[in-house]
């Protein structure tokens, strides 16, 4: 059963900086892309950032030179820091991985930020 869990967001001014973990488990991870996306209330849920094996992709132009997507495959982790955060980075983020002919969401952190 593949599993992903979200760790690593909260409460931050803006400016500041979080580090979001996914633990990943179930799936062949080295191999396997993993992605974060966001929601933000009322809105669709995009696609932040993508590491397929140790070529990552930014795609939202709004997190570009803010963001940085890593994974660390002896840990089966993926990691989104976050730095120069804004109030519209406001939002749950989920980690994203398709397996077995399938797509996989965990079940999301929350990020506020907010003076």
């Known amino acids: 059963q593949v599993q992903l869990v979200e760790s690593g967001g909260g409460l931050v001014q803006p400016g500041g900086s979080l580090r979001l973990s996914c633990a990943a488990s179930g799936f062949t991870f080295s191999y396997s892309p993993v992605s974060w996306y966001r929601q933000a209330p009322g809105k669709e849920r995009e696609l932040v950032a993508s590491?397929?094996?140790?070529?990552?992709?930014t795609c939202a132009d709004s997190v570009k030179g803010r963001f940085t997507i890593s994974r660390d495959n002896a840990k089966n982790l993926v990691y989104l820091q976050m730095n120069s955060l804004k109030p519209e980075d406001t939002a749950v983020y989920y980690c994203?991985?398709?397996?077995?002919?399938?797509?996989?969401w965990g079940q999301g952190t929350q990020v506020t930020v907010d003076s």
């Open positions: 994203n991985t398709n397996a077995y002919g399938r797509q996989w």
């Open positions: 590491i397929i094996g140790g070529r990552t992709t």
